[in-house]
Nanobody
Framework: QVQLVESGGGSVQAGGSLRLSCATS????????MGWFRQAPGKEREFVAA????????YYADSVKGRFTISRANAKNTVYLQMKNLKLEDTAVYYC??????????????????WGQGTQVTVSS
């Protein structure tokens, strides 16, 4: 059974940092793309970042470029999202997701096969 378990969410002041983790289990994700999405109250789920496990190619939403970094640790089967210079508008539930190979804009769509339960990130002034 495939499981994606997020952790690391919490409350932080604007300008602060958080690191989210996504622990994967149940299958080998070496040929997969792992993504982070977020959903704020009353809004649609939106793409944040993705990484191709095989070659570490990364994709970012324009709104987080230069502030967020996605990475993976093969030995730990874990994907990370380092978030710096957090803004009020980054407040949302953040979800980890996995899908088979994609490239470019295809990776931005929420058409992933596996999803975690989400972790809340709250940024306050």
């Amino acid at each position: 059974q495939v499981q994606l378990v997020e952790s690391g969410g919490g409350s932080v002041q604007a300008g602060g940092s958080l690191r989210l983790s996504c622990a994967t289990s149940g299958r080998t994700f070496s040929s997969y793309v792992m993504g982070w999405f977020r959903q704020a109250p009353g809004k649609e789920r939106e793409f944040v970042a993705a990484i191709r496990w095989s070659d570490s190619t990364t994709y970012y939403a324009d709104s987080v470029k230069g502030r967020f970094t996605i990475s993976r640790a093969n030995a730990k089967n874990t994907v990370y999202l380092q978030m710096k210079n957090l803004k009020l508008e980054d407040t949302a539930v953040y979800y980890c997701a996995g899908r088979q190979y994609c490239a470019g804009a295809e990776c931005h769509a929420p058409t992933y096969d596996y999803w975690g339960q989400g972790t809340q990130v709250t940024v306050s002034s």
